[in-house]
Every structure is written in C-alpha cells, then in structure tokens.
C-alpha cells in the first residue's frame, strides 16, 4: 500500500492504494469519477483515457501509485463551454456516448500539440479510441470545429 | 479524408438544447422540435463530458456479492466432479454454488432460452463449449471472488466434439440430446421437440420448380459464400445486480430485453410477474449482444437461492464467451433465361448456432425467407437451416442473419451481371422488386423502395464516371449491393403518457437507450401530435415496474411498433385534452385544437394546457394518464414452402455503393467513397437517420475486410481487443454519403420505418464487388483480408 494524493480536476484526494491498483479503479472507486471506463483492460479501446499533465494515459493500465500529486484531467471535469466539449455536442458525436469522454481527452491533447491538424493526423491521434457505434463521420467533424475554433 | 456528404442546415448546431439535466425551453414556442426535426438527443452533453450513468456505474452496495465464473476448458465433456473446498477456504468467500447446486433448487428451470430451454444457468454434468460457466463464485469482493474461482477443480471425461457445421450435419455426435422449446415468443410458438439431431430449426422456401428453371436456363452461376462468426464488442462490458427486496426479485442490467428478462426470471424463479422488477439504464451499445439469457439468468438464480445481492461483471475477455454473430455458410446458385430474365434461385443456408440454439431458428427462419433477395424471381428453392456445434453460441447481431445470405445474393447476382457482359448497377435495376410486386415468399411489396436507394447510392458514387486507370500497383473498382430485411412480426409494444399539470409529459416504455437515439424520436413523435415541445418530454427508462411490456429493442423495429404505440398513446391524450376542454368551454369537439400556444376553439386560442388541466383537478401537479397498446400482425409462413401473403409488418430496403483502389503489392484496400442509402419511410429526425446509416456502414467495413473470431478445436483464439480488430478512425473511407430515401408506410408513425440495421446489409458484398471490377477477381470469404487479396491476384494469373 501508498499513500497518496490524486489530483482529479482541481481537486486533491489522499487515498492509500494497493501497489498493483490501476488508476482506472482509483478514479472510480475512490473518487467516484465515472466518465472514464473499462472497455478491454487492455489499453486498447480508449474508453479509459485520462490526461496526465495534459498527456492521454490509458487509466486500465496504469498503475495509480505513479500518479501522486499528478494533475488529472477527467471528460467530466471540463466545463461545458469548453471549446472541444461543444464541438462534439454541436457536431452530434456521440451515440452510446460510452466512448466519447475518452474521444474528447485524446482531442484536448491533439489540439494542444497541432492547433491546426490535417485530417490524417487527426485520425492518427483518435486511432486507438474505439467507437464501436462508428461515429467516425461525426467526430471527425467535431475535432475540425473544435480546432477552427481554438485558433 | 473523412468528408461527410450531409444536407444538414446551419441552424441545427445553434438551437437544440444542451444541457443534461433541464431542458431549455427553446425561445419560439412555435418549435416543437417535432417529427422531421434534427433534435439533438436531449443528454448530449452528458454523453460527451460523461456524466450520464451506464449500469455499470451504479454504486456498489457494500452487502454485494461478487460472483465470478469458473469457466469449461473443453468442449464438450462430462463433468466427473468438481472440487470447490480450496475455492470455498479463501477468505472472503461466501459461497461457491455449482450447475448441480441450481438443479437442487430449480429442477429443469434453470434451462433457459428464447426458442429452446437449453442453455443451463451453470452447467449440470455436461459442458458443451469452452467457456461456458461450470461453477459461480461468490466473495465480498471482485479479485477475491475471481481469485478463488482459479481455484475450483474440475475434472472432465472428454467427449468427441462437433467443431463444425460439416461434422454437425454427420450427425454422429450431438451437442443436445433432446430439444424443448421454451414458448416465450408468438413468431416461435411452432417449435417442437426432436431428438438425436444437431439440426434446431429449417427453414424451407419452395416456389415453382427451381431445379426444372435451372436446367432449362441460359445462364447459371453458382457460389459457396462465407461469413465468419464475428463478436459486437460493445464498448460497454456487460454487468448485471440482482437482488431480493421484500419477496421480489430486482435486476438492474445492461439489456436490450427487459420485458423478455423479466419472463425469463419469473419462469426461473416460478414467482408471479409483478414479484420480479427489471431495469436497465442506457446502455453502451448493444447490436445484439445484450438479449434474452446472458448474465441475468445466473444472476436471478443466485440471489434467490442465497436472499443476497449479487454483481456479475465482465471482463472482455468473458464478454466474448456470451455469445456471437453466427458464421454462415451459404451454396446458391442463380440462373437467367436467354433473354436476361431471372428464372431461379437456389440455396442451402447454414447457420452454426454454436453450443445454445439462443434465437437462431427465428434467424434461420427470417434470412431464409431473403436468400433469393430482392428481385422478381420465378422458382426458388431454399434450405436455411440453424445447426448446433461445441462453440460458444451465436445470437442475435445487427442485421439478424441477413448480412450473410445478403453476402451471398449480392454476389450471385453481380457474378451473373458480369456473365451475361451487363452492368451490375442496371442489372440489378432491372430486377428489383417494385411496389406491389410479390416477393419470392409471396409477400406483397409495399414502402420498400429499393429502385431509389440503388439510384441514389449509384449517383453519389459516380458510377458512370470513368473509373481512374492503374496507378503503378494500385488498381480501382466500383462496387454496388442492395439489401432487403423484413422487420420481426409480430410483436408487440405498449405505452403509457402521463401529461404533467405544467403542460410537461412523461412518456413510459421500455424500449431500451442505446446510442441510437430512440428516446429523442419518441418524444418528437408524442410532441407532434400533442403540438408540444419535445424537450418537455422525458421518456422513462425501461423499468418492469412501471413501463409496460415491450417485445425487444432490437431488429430496427422500435421506431415503427413502439412508435405506433407512442403516436396513439398521444392521441388517446389529445382526444381526453379535446373532450375535457369541450366540457370546460361548452364547445364542440369538432372546433377544438391543440396547437403549440396552448387550446384553440374555432381558431382562437381560449387556454393553455397547464391551465386546463389545473382547472380538471384543481391541483397543481397533477397527471393526466393515457395508455396504448399496438402489435403487427402476420400470416405465419407455410411450414411446406415458406410461403406467405404477409410474412411481415413492413420491410427494409437499402443500398451501399463503394468506389476501392486496391493495392495490388499488398492486397489492401483503400475506400474512397462509401454511400450508404435506406428507405425508412419518413426521417422522425434526419441527423439520427443519418447517423445510423454511416455508423452501421462502418461496422460493415470491419465484417467486409477484418473483422472475424477464430477458433481452434472450439477454442475463440482471439478473444481480446488485442488480437480482435475493430474499425477504427483510419479504416474510414476518404468520403462517406448517407442517403435517405422517404417511401411512407401506410401504416407507419407519420409513415416511418427502422433503420438501425438498413446501412449494414450491403457492405461486405459491395467490397467484394469492386474488387471484381478493380482486379477481375471474385472471392466468396469474409473477410476480405490483404492476404485473401493477394491470394486471389495470384491464383487469377497463375
């Protein structure tokens, strides 16, 4: 066991983990953040995807005691103004929605790095996030808005 | 890459509401957000900032039990015994409960199914497929649970397997020895019981003389196509709670079949309906995956038999062994006269069901009845059957079958357009049912306009535009496929409209949310006849204790039967609003309207809503309450022929239309247009439409070109997402279309139809079709790999 704090979205949470609990499980079991999920367990659908001092991080896979006093961002800890958040409403990205928070996080990091993507590198970026509704049409479209707008 | 043909107005992304817990009142009280509007769902921003909650997400109470599944290694053994004492002696374990424990308590109950009672809750003496649930463990915790489910030792005396529908149909060795049917369904009330067979069902369509036709016709050609089983990989893992309260039974599960589940548990448990209660929240995806018996039997046996709260979650790697889409293999021929006309088709359809029947015979029954496809065909002669093997088991997967036999018309007919030196576009115009036309199972044709989805998608594409020449290895080709399906009849939907004082409603059914809008469109429906802002409508979950009994969420059917059931549930609710405003006022109900500002007499507005129910109950609060039922209707089909003059409520027609460039140095294929078309009646809302038909095309491009599970002695070999390849961003075609096509169902709410399986019909089959026109190759397997490419390139030039 650790003790440490976990930083979610402004907000610091001391907690003692287990040396092999993934951050995943800390964030939903300790905190209570429900935007990040368990799709495969393996780090291969994206559904888990939090950003770690800005930078995407599959949560299923990485171990919490990593992460004292990191800042951590989770989809539900932006506002809802926030430019990339209302590009995906606005562009109807979403159907389950199980997905989506970890869409909008890789997009935030995307956006960050390359204010101004190709197309290519947008799919380059959002190709390890699996939309198995395939809204693809859609979230392309909502990356491009949310990026015509950062600018 | 990735553009989006959409006609969709500038104003759509301004005015719909966003925010996740109240509804803002649009400004303009005259917008209903009604039928035909692009509504935006109304938890938007809750999907996208993830804070709408998923059964998963549900706190955990701390009395739960953790069950986890100690699962066969074998597929197909006798259990010689079974040692929990290891499992049962981990701390924090607190029961460990075998098939034989189940049986004690619920005799042959605790066989469940939709068609047969032969799927065990955990197996008893025998397994039938690796990974089928022998032993459930229970423990205060997840880890500990599944921890000491390592632990049970089971001992097996193998038996000989049937891995495939070949060693099936030998019929040596049964995976069943006897059938019975469970009687849940109208459309399955014919089922009977057989012995030493590995055959569930067959399905047989018997028109004219077809071998006669055949050997009188010009032209034939002939296929063996293949459609590998696949898995629908719903992001959401599946999870089920269930739990005893007061004599009842609760379950709180991701599931497509609440109303089903509950009859499920009931039977199971042998407790009255009302003494079992079912909810589900929205689901993460569901495509088939989540129905009739996954988790909730086993979940339902063990709280009842302990009187505890139990949680059964799922791993991917378990979510794979619940069930699968079914591998088909089908032999068709289709032959021509000399002057080009279509004078036989023939098939022999096989389903592999794996080791449960699960609702395959209604698949075998239903693709069996489109095998010839959706042309004027003079004699046809088909044999669908669904066949039982030692493998994890197939059920219901987007499309219901119809994507395998759709893979096999579209191929024979595009093989004989290239035959007879036609094109395959205009041939296949040319054949097409009309409306009116009777169809090869003497169905009459009506709302199913296949002409103009095959126009359409054919013009999107550009298919009389030059085809680019050779560019050095890459090769282009264009490729077309039609797809035909005939909606589940019949069934039944049920709603109930509580109007709210404040002019609000609350509108109860159980078709479950998952991802394809139906919440949204529902309101709209309700609102257009109420001449209410939609967004002051909250539909309510599926909860078997209040929403009323509704067959599935499931096969493109919500939009039309439980659509019907909420127009006339809302009309039922204008007719009590006329007659109490025609008490109130004195005034004919013939000069009373509801209109968006509230009630008008003769033209004038005399009211408004809220203040006419206030003035009914003169309380505020109060509910006004409607109730509705509506159910389709059919002539079941003939069990000789397959013959019906109404075999269905109404029919889905779609088109896909691909333009590939196939590298011919690595076999890979590179889309750069898809177009996808479907004839839904009437679009309740077009953005939703059109969202259906790209998202169910981009399922269809992973089973046209990876997508596909593997298996080895019975054994799935790639059962992660590491090893299952999914489309993702990048397998996006550079341009996509959706097309709607609006022919209005007579009998359809405002003349709508489905659309959840329309865009995935023709995919596969379109693929394989510009790779015959790209490199001259024709294959007949699934899915269209680089290596098959590359494979098929060589044997076309040796």
Sequence with gaps: ?151 | MLEVDEKQPASTDSTATTSEDAPAQPADPDTLWGVGERRRRFDALGRVRGTIKYVGDEPVATDTAHVAICRSTRPHAVIASIGIDAAAAVEGVIAVVTGRDLFAEYGDRMYTGPAFADQPALAVDKVRYVGEPVVAVLAHDEPTARAAADLVHVEYKDLDAVYDIDAALEGTDYVHAELRPSSVFADLAHLSGVRDTNVNYEYRQIKGDAAKAREHAATTVEATTWAPPTHHVTIELPVTMAWVDSGRLEILTTTQTPSYVRQTASDLLGLPLARVRVRTRALGGGFGAKMYDRLEPLAAALAWKLQRRVRIATTREEAFLLTTRHGAQVTGSLSADSEGNLVASTADVRYDTGAFADVGPRIAAKSGMVVPGPYRIENVAVQSRCIYTNKVSAGPFRGFGVPQVTWSHETLIDELAHELGEDPYRFRRRHLLREGDIATMGTKMHSADFVSCLDAVAEAVGWDAPTPADDGPIRYGKGIAVGMKAVLTPTVANATLNLNQDGSATLLISTVEMGQGADTIMAQVAAEVLQIDSTLIHVVQADTDATPYDTITAGSRSTYHTGNAVRLVAERMRDRLIEIAAEQTGAQAEAISLTSRGISVDGQLTTTLPELVHRTFGARGATLTTTSNFTSWWHPYDKATGLSEKVTEHWFASAIAVRIGVDTRTGRIQTQHLAVAADVGKALNPTLVEQQLTGAAVMGIGHALFDQLVFDHGQMINATLLDYQLPSMRDMPEKMTPIVVEAPHRDGPFGAKGVGESGILGVAPAYANALRDACGIRLTRLPLTPESVLAGIEESTR
């Design chain 1, 1 to 151: 066991m650790k003790a440490i704090k976990l930083n979610v979205n402004g907000t610091s949470h001391p907690m003692q983990v287990r040396d092999d609990e993934v951050l995943l499980d800390s964030l939903r079991n300790r905190v209570g953040v429900t935007s990040a999920r368990e799709g495969c367990g393996v780090g291969a659908c994206g559904a888990c995807t939090v950003l770690a001092d800005g930078r995407s991080v599959s949560a299923c896979l990485a171990h919490a005691r990593r992460y004292d006093g990191v800042a951590i961002t989770t989809a539900d800890g932006l506002p809802e103004d926030d430019v990339v958040v209302a590009a995906f409403v606005e562009s109807n990205a979403m159907q389950c929605g199980y997905c989506i928070p970890g869409f909008v996080l890789m997009t935030k990091e995307l956006l960050k790095d390359n204010p101004n993507p190709t197309d290519d590198e947008i799919a380059e970026h959002l190709e390890g996030n699996l939309c198995r509704c395939g809204t693809y049409p859609e979230l392309m479209r909502a990356v491009r808005l949310a990026a015509e707008r950062s600018r």
